[in-house]
């Protein structure tokens, strides 16, 4: 379940705080499994450890993540999964445990989603195929890349219905929480969540800043964050909260700056959203933010209530000099334009000859803003070959994968709606 039944977003009791000492030698899949049992207190160790291996196998290096060190910072990989994006990552174990419990529990569900291009082709191809499960993934028609439509539309899977909406990501998100807020509909077609506002998902996200730190040898690093939905950064967050040694999170955005005004003026009002070099950012409501509130607010669920609802009306939350001093304890934050992205990615290349996704170049160039000694990680959240426009633009060969390259010889299957909640659950009613 992603949203409670009263429409807020799930968040466990208290937050445990690991050995830190006991984590640092052991391997990703081990590291992932002391972190889960934390959490998944409901779950044998035994079927636990079955899942964090069932769900990591396919990932194209032995340790899931890959930590690069360019001298002047590192660059943690995270894109070695069946989609090239971070959210594989998540998504690999979160498809495979939905499967264990529908079957423990005999049930069938229908995962409903929107996405702004990255989380539903991953999403998709965590579930294509699985036992029990019906996915219907929302994007908006003709405003996400050619290769993550191919992505989410071929995979010749029985299971999965994309359907393409006539308008933005955020009407897209809407027409989910509204579907998700009707109660009768919910509970009787059993329905799901995959992108970021399932609390499994971001929990299987602060592996890789556990793992990386312990990687690089540092007593205390940044980590700089590509975000536009706050489920990666907020992974980091938590992480910090479970005792973490991170001095700051660099929370990097492109124009769609909404996260990097709520950090340095306290400003978190939407705008229009811009088309981008970087779509999975271009988003204008942060989902996650709200799970961030919670602790702002030191866990008062009555204050985040409010602010949740001043937000759906007014589009906009205002922050005093002193909230906003209270989220720089844990947050720098900077916007990248598209011009700084390119830049960044030539520069990059040139100088390490390392090509880096349009995502990842925000982060990276936040990063090198922050004038600290004290190390730092970038996540590179997407393999680059999956933009490659990007660098036609910059006169950079681009680069190729072979696992995109199959996708392009398969049949494209997906279904155009109008952006209207009762024709979306008219659609869903009728492939069940």
């Given at each position: 379940?992603?949203?409670?039944?009263?429409?807020?977003?799930?968040?466990?009791?208290?937050?445990?705080?690991?050995?830190?000492?006991?984590?640092k030698?052991?391997s990703?899949?081990?590291?992932?499994?002391?972190i889960?049992?934390?959490?998944?207190?409901?779950?044998?160790?035994?079927?636990?450890k079955?899942?964090?291996?069932?769900?990591?196998?396919?990932?194209?290096?032995e340790?899931?993540?890959?930590?690069?060190?360019?001298?002047?910072?590192?660059?943690?990989e995270?894109?070695?999964?069946?989609?090239?994006?971070?959210?594989d990552?998540?998504?690999?174990?979160?498809?495979?445990?939905?499967?264990?419990?529908?079957?423990?529990?005999?049930?069938?569900?229908?995962?409903?989603?929107?996405?702004?291009?990255?989380?539903?082709?991953?999403?998709?191809?965590?579930?294509?195929?699985?036992?029990?499960?019906?996915?219907?993934?929302?994007?908006?028609?003709?405003?996400?890349?050619?290769?993550?439509?191919?992505?989410?539309?071929?995979?010749?899977?029985?299971?999965?219905?994309?359907?393409?909406?006539?308008?933005?990501?955020?009407?897209?998100?809407?027409?989910?929480?509204d579907?998700?807020?009707?109660?009768?509909?919910?509970?009787?077609?059993?329905l799901?969540?995959?992108?970021?506002?399932?609390?499994?998902?971001?929990?299987a996200?602060?592996?890789?800043?556990?793992?990386?730190?312990?990687?690089?040898?540092?007593?205390?690093?940044?980590?700089?964050?590509?975000?536009?939905?706050?489920?990666?950064?907020?992974?980091?967050?938590?992480?910090?909260?479970?005792?973490?040694?991170?001095?700051?999170?660099?929370?990097?955005?492109?124009?769609?700056?909404?996260l990097?005004?709520?950090?340095?003026?306290?400003?978190?009002?939407?705008?229009?959203?811009?088309?981008?070099?970087?779509?999975?950012?271009?988003?204008?409501?942060?989902?996650?933010?709200?799970?961030?509130?919670?602790?702002?607010?030191?866990?008062?669920?009555e204050?985040?209530?409010?602010?949740?609802?001043?937000f759906?009306?007014?589009?906009?939350?205002?922050?005093?000099?002193?909230?906003?001093?209270?989220?720089?304890?844990?947050?720098?934050?900077?916007s990248?334009?598209?011009?700084?992205?390119?830049?960044?990615?030539?520069?990059?290349?040139?100088?390490?000859?390392?090509?880096?996704?349009p995502h990842?170049?925000?982060g990276?160039?936040?990063?090198?803003?922050?004038?600290?000694?004290?190390?730092k990680?970038?996540?590179?959240?997407?393999?680059?070959?999956?933009?490659?426009?990007?660098?036609?633009?910059?006169?950079?060969?681009k680069?190729?994968?072979?696992k995109?390259?199959?996708?392009?010889?398969?049949?494209?299957?997906?279904?155009?709606?109008?952006?209207?909640?009762?024709?979306?659950?008219?659609?869903?009613?009728?492939?069940?």
């Amino acid at each position: 379940m992603g949203l409670a039944d009263d429409g807020g977003l799930i968040l466990p009791e208290f937050i445990p705080k690991p050995d830190l000492s006991k984590l640092k030698t052991l391997s990703y899949r081990e590291l992932a499994f002391e972190i889960f049992k934390l959490f998944m207190t409901d779950i044998p160790e035994k079927d636990l450890k079955e899942l964090i291996e069932k769900s990591y196998k396919n990932f194209d290096t032995e340790e899931v993540v890959n930590l690069v060190d360019l001298k002047d910072f590192y660059i943690l990989e995270l894109f070695y999964g069946p989609t090239l994006s971070f959210k594989d990552i998540a998504l690999q174990f979160l498809g495979n445990l939905f499967e264990y419990i529908l079957k423990e529990e005999n049930k069938k569900m229908n995962v409903l989603g929107a996405t702004s291009g990255d989380t539903g082709s991953a999403a998709i191809w965590a579930l294509k195929d699985k036992e029990n499960i019906k996915v219907f993934i929302l994007y908006p028609y003709q405003r996400i890349s050619q290769l993550q439509e191919l992505q989410m539309t071929a995979t010749e899977s029985g299971n999965i219905y994309p359907i393409a909406v006539k308008g933005t990501f955020d009407d897209c998100q809407q027409i989910v929480k509204d579907l998700f807020s009707d109660l009768e509909f919910k509970a009787k077609y059993n329905l799901g969540a995959v992108n970021s506002i399932n609390f499994a998902r971001i929990l299987a996200q602060t592996v890789y800043y556990f793992y990386s730190y312990f990687k690089s040898g540092k007593k205390e690093v940044y980590f700089s964050v590509p975000t536009g939905n706050f489920g990666n950064i907020f992974a980091g967050y938590l992480a910090k909260r479970m005792g973490l040694p991170i001095k700051k999170l660099i929370l990097a955005t492109n124009e769609n700056d909404i996260l990097a005004r709520f950090i340095n003026s306290g400003d978190y009002s939407v705008r229009e959203v811009i088309k981008t070099i970087s779509p999975a950012m271009d988003i204008q409501v942060a989902s996650n933010f709200e799970r961030y509130l919670y602790y702002f607010y030191d866990e008062d669920p009555e204050i985040v209530r409010k602010k949740m609802e001043e937000f759906k009306e007014k589009k906009a939350l205002r922050f005093s000099e002193l909230e906003v001093k209270k989220a720089q304890e844990d947050f720098i934050s900077f916007s990248v334009s598209q011009k700084e992205a390119l830049e960044i990615i030539k520069e990059i290349y040139e100088k390490y000859n390392y090509l880096i996704c349009p995502h990842t170049a925000c982060g990276i160039k936040a990063l090198l803003k922050v004038e600290d000694e004290t190390s730092k990680i970038s996540l590179a959240t997407a393999h680059p070959a999956k933009f490659p426009q990007v660098y036609e633009k910059i006169g950079i060969k681009k680069p190729l994968s072979e696992k995109i390259e199959i996708l392009k010889k398969r049949e494209k299957k997906f279904y155009i709606l109008e952006a209207d909640t009762p024709k979306i659950k008219e659609f869903i009613i009728s492939k069940n």
